[in-house]
């Protein structure tokens, strides 16, 4: 082996064990940083118009983050807040309710007489009345009420982590979208394959990402706008926890939001009224559950050139394996991972062709 070969190799493996090594130490930051690549592909578009008025990447970026800041990062903190603070007093509702009432109180309603009357509810009901049930209903009540608080004193003291990981998110995403040609252009002069594959690469990450975000995130965030107008309307207390909870739910197959909304319209039909109940549960099986069925699929296959299945799989998968993240990474992955099988069958089982 001859001295320029050694150098090389040595080069490259030194390079391999430091990047590693840097990879580990940035474990940490890994999931605001990801963030970060995900929102400058989301606002890249936006970025480029105010940078052709401001004239200046760095003023731009400077304004784009401010406005991440108070126009995205706010606004869900202070949801964040609300929402587990209306968790917790549901929780407690329910706990005070079980403490005072029997269950003969809830189900002694007129609406569920003739339901009732039927013997084999009959042998049910007796054995829901015993205290031994009771007892069961109201530790695993109390139990989900004691999570809730530990949620909410963990978030508590892990505010200041958090903090600091929303500042790692704002100076990745000012820097990344600054320098984000100069990103591009360093990987085109290292890489060593065709610019245009690179460009291929990085034109699937980003239009797999504006799909999960109109078909995944935008669909749910619809739907839980729909859910809080269907639950507002319809006078029920905690709208912004349903809310939150239609939106977590339509990612859950095969049923969606109407694991929310469903419930609500059998419980609205015993204590709000049959007709505003029937007038509900039409509204949300033709606006909610709609977009779910229809415009996902077709958003989602239009921006992924993929067979919804695997699409539907790969989201399903990476929420499972990374948590919410996921739900951008499972598909990105997947389709780069196909893209990088088309090159190399375009550059290098196509060229040994005879």
């Known amino acids: 082996m001859n001295r320029e070969k050694l150098i090389v190799y ?56 401010v406005s991440t800041l108070f126009l995205v990062v706010g ?61 069961v209903l109201l530790s695993s009540i109390k139990e989900m009420s004691g999570r809730l608080g530990d949620l909410l004193t963990n978030m508590i003291l892990k505010s200041g982590s958090v903090l600091f990981k929303t500042l790692v998110f704002l100076l990745a995403y000012f820097f990344l979208l600054r320098d984000w040609p100069k990103l591009i252009a360093f990987f ?59 939106f977590v739910a339509s990612f859950i197959p095969p049923f969606g939001a109407s694991l929310v909304w ?11 009224g049959h007709l505003q109940a029937i007038i509900f549960t039409i509204y949300s099986a033709l606006f909610i559950s709609t977009a779910d069925n229809f415009v996902r699929p077709l958003i989602m296959k239009k921006g992924v050139e993929l067979p919804y299945l695997v699409v539907f799989l790969s989201t399903i998968g990476g929420l499972l394996s990374f948590g919410f993240i996921g739900l951008f990474l499972g598909p990105i992955i997947f389709a780069t991972t196909v893209t990088l099988i088309l090159i190399y069958e375009k550059r290098i089982l196509n060229s040994q062709k005879p």
């Open 262 to 272: 469903f419930p609500i319209a059998v419980y609205a039909f015993f204590t709000k």
């Open 75 to 135: 606004p869900f903190f202070l949801l964040g807040i609300i929402i587990v603070r209306q968790a917790t007093e549901f929780v407690s509702l329910l706990i005070n309710y079980f403490q005072n009432h029997s269950y003969i109180d809830f189900l002694n309603h007129p609406s569920l007489q003739r339901f009732l009357s039927h013997p084999e509810v009959q042998t049910l009901l007796s054995y829901i009345q015993r205290e031994a049930f009771k007892n």
């Open 188 to 246: 085109e002069r290292f890489l060593p394959v065709h610019k245009e594959d690179i460009r291929e690469v990085f034109s699937t990450i980003y239009r797999t990402t504006l799909a999960v975000i109109y078909g995944s995130v935008g669909v749910a965030l619809i739907q839980a706008i729909l859910g809080f107008i269907g639950y507002l309307l319809l006078g029920i207390d905690y709208t912004l926890l349903w809310a939150m909870l239609t």
């Open 10 to 65: 040595f080069l490259l493996s030194s390079t391999l064990f430091f990047a590693l090594f840097t990879l580990y130490m940035l474990l940490p930051f890994l999931v605001p940083l990801l963030w970060a690549g995900i929102a400058v592909l989301i606002t890249y578009p936006a970025y480029s118009m105010l940078n052709k008025v401001v004239k200046s990447r760095t003023i731009s970026a400077l304004l784009m983050t």
